[in-house]
């Protein structure tokens, strides 16, 4: 491949630029949750987002029909998805927005382990003490017994657990599944499942919120459309630790428009998340490292997103 459909540089510029659009896209759902009922959010924002996502899926030559060739494993996974965004969704509107990035963070910890216990991925003593290391943060970002664990700190990390559940499967079928296919399903479930609930929470919009709510779905196909192409001309373990980058934008959004500054343990607790976090990506990176690698083949582990480009296959000796 030349130098020029293959730049480090350039695909984690793009993928800066992606996380820094889905914190926009996220900070645009906290302020329409002042209003409007997460059902009706997720409904107008994929709505609003259908349409472009259909024609690019339209645009790829390779698909012939939208026909699953693993049907139940694309139903579960398109219920973990709804359930992913509508939790993760609420999560945004009632509590801080780095609170919510430091829970979401969680979900490639979670993918890993959940690829050795379901999928037989070769998850050996440094990743599982990564994980563990990653779950204290957790544990100090919630500090249950000192502060009030809300149904907010519960969605974030539902949405985390089920963001991860539906990576794994996406992991199990992903070299036989088209992507158009790992798209397309969840996103009618999503719409089909807001539509059966809206008319128990629809509030009427003025122009300037419908434009809201379509921005919210423009936001998720714009970034998607970036970090599908960073993937493309960059390494995974160069573009996956850009996922980080939101809860500095979150912190910024927060402070500048929401009057939320996150507290001291929030801070060390983020960061304890995201260096374990950084750590498997960087263990997974290396040559050495078996082939199984759960968080390179899920570098995307976003609730509203289909699935990343794979990482090419490597020969190695299976030593972690």
Known sequence: MSDAHNSPVRGLGFAF?????????????????????????????????????????????????????????????????????????????????????????????LITAMSAVLLGETVR??????????????????????????????CALVAALCSSFGSVIMRKIGSEERTAVMILYPMLSSIIFMALMLPFVYRPMDV???????????????????????????????????????????TLFGVLFFEELPDMWVGVGASIIIASGVFIVWRESRPSVSIRLPLLRNANPRYDTGPSPQPKHRQNDGND
Request: charged share 10%; aromatic share 12%; proline share 5%.
């Open 208 to 250: 300037a919120e419908l434009g809201l709510f379509a921005s919210v779905g423009v936001l998720s196909v714009a970034a998607q459309v970036m970090i599908i192409a960073a993937y493309r001309i960059a390494p995974a373990a160069v573009v996956a630790p850009s996922q980080y980058s939101q809860i500095l934008w979150a």
């Open 17 to 109: 630029a992606a996380f820094a659009v889905f914190a926009t896209h996220d900070a645009v759902i906290k302020a329409l949750g002042v209003n409007f009922s997460v059902f009706q959010i997720i409904f107008f924002a994929m709505l609003f987002a259908f349409v472009p996502m259909s024609v690019l899926m339209l645009a790829d030559k390779q698909v012939d029909n939208f026909r699953p060739r693993h049907p139940w494993l694309i139903l579960l996974r398109s219920v973990t998805t709804v359930i992913a965004m509508s939790t993760a969704f609420y999560a945004f509107t009632v509590l801080p927005l780095a609170e919510v990035y430091a829970l979401l963070f969680a979900t490639p910890l």
């Open 125 to 154: 003593a440094q990743r599982w003490a990564a994980v563990l290391v990653g779950l204290i943060g957790v544990m100090i970002v919630l500090r249950p017994g000192v502060t009030q664990i809300t149904f907010g700190h519960i």
